[in-house]
């Protein structure tokens, strides 16, 4: 039975039984019997007591003059090249102005400043990065010293990106082939449309996570890389381009420890070591061949070629 048959047949009862005062009441809204949609408009009970708010904290805020608003151009400039900003003393800018040491550069040589001799004049040498850092040329520090033997030895030349709307420029072969799988190819990341920040460089299906990840992105598009001022290299990446000058001035943090090999990248090392772990373990102070690793490690904390290697060092 419904409700409102219910309610019916309760008046006509109370009507007939002439209980007048009970049907008064009922007609006061409040005593209807609740609909349905009468329960779920019913206001939350009432907490019996009641939250105050926190009193609002008075925070003295310097009022700082507004700089004048640069132009966007600029911003984006500072932004793109300024990740690592590192105080350096005038005394060191000066040392590295009278050496011929690129301002691009200054960061790293700070950095690393512990690593270099730059008052004897021969030991201002800057190596080849070539073949993976095997080439073994080397060259008094200038800016653009190992430009032409880039050119010449390792056929280095500006190549430009054939794909639509790229305007990347590399500077070999092996660099326009990374650049066309990590960017263009199957070795891409976050080519993920739903991510929120679509590149404008149509077809480019790439999507950043955040506005600055797509700007990094874009960067590559527009052939805005962060280059060595010694050779030919440039990179997306501010980082590579720091392992790169790691690499120009062999500062090799990495050693491996089954031979004397140094490597300024744990990738490089770690490249390095499988071929340790071939067939043949052989040492490489002495040449003496191991078949078991554990053989080779066991030979090594006696063989005098080492030993003679690691006290003469
Ligand atoms: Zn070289
Ligand atoms: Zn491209
Ligand atoms: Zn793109
Ligand atoms: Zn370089
Ligand atoms: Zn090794
Ligand atoms: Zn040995």
């Known amino acids: 039975m419904r409700k409102k ?5 309760l008046r006509k009862y109370l009507k007939k039984t002439g209980r007048q005062r009970t049907l008064d009441t009922l007609n006061k809204d409040d005593c209807k019997i609740p609909t349905k949609k009468d329960i779920e408009k019913k206001s939350a009970p009432k907490l019996s007591f009641t939250i105050q708010k926190a009193p609002e904290r008075k925070i003295d805020i310097e009022v700082v003059p507004k700089r004048k608003k640069k132009r966007k151009s600029e911003t984006e400039a500072v932004n793109f090249f300024s990740e690592n900003i590192m105080k350096i003393p005038d005394t060191f800018k000066n ?22 001799h730059w008052e004897v004049k021969k030991d201002r040498k800057i190596y080849c990065t070539g073949k993976r850092g095997m080439c073994n040329f080397n060259t008094i520090v200038a ?37 066309a ?3 263009h190819g199957i070795a891409k990341f976050g ?15 790439y999507a950043g996570t955040s506005y600055a990840d797509l700007q990094k992105h874009q960067a590559v598009h527009e052939n805005k890389l962060h280059r060595c001022e010694f050779c030919t290299y440039s990179s ?55 078949e078991k690793r554990h053989l080779l490690q066991k030979h090594l904390s006696s063989c005098e070629t080492r030993l003679n290697y690691v006290k003469n060092r």
Not at 95 to 116: N, S, V
Not at 145 to 156: R, S
């Open 5 to 9: 048959d219910i309610e019916l047949i």
């Open 143 to 179: 800016p653009k010293c190992l430009f032409d033997h880039m050119v010449i030895e390792h056929f280095h030349r500006e190549l430009k990106c054939k794909e639509n709307n790229c305007f990347y420029v590399g500077y070999s072969e092996t660099n326009m082939k990374m650049h």
């Open 236 to 290: 997306p990446a501010p980082k590579n381009l720091d392992f790169h000058m790691l690499s120009h001035f062999r500062i090799l943090n990495f050693e491996c420890h089954l031979c004397p090999s140094k490597f300024s990248r744990q990738l490089d090392l770690s490249r390095h070591q499988k071929c340790h772990t071939n067939e043949n373990f052989e040492c490489n102070y002495c040449h003496d061949a191991f």
């Open 181 to 183: 799988a990590q960017f």
């Open 191 to 205: 080519s993920l449309r739903n991510n929120g920040f679509p590149c404008t460089y149509l077809p480019c299906d």
């Open 95 to 116: 040392l590295a102005t009278t050496i011929g040491l690129p301002e691009a550069h200054l960061d790293f040589f700070y950095k690393h400043r512990d690593r270099f």
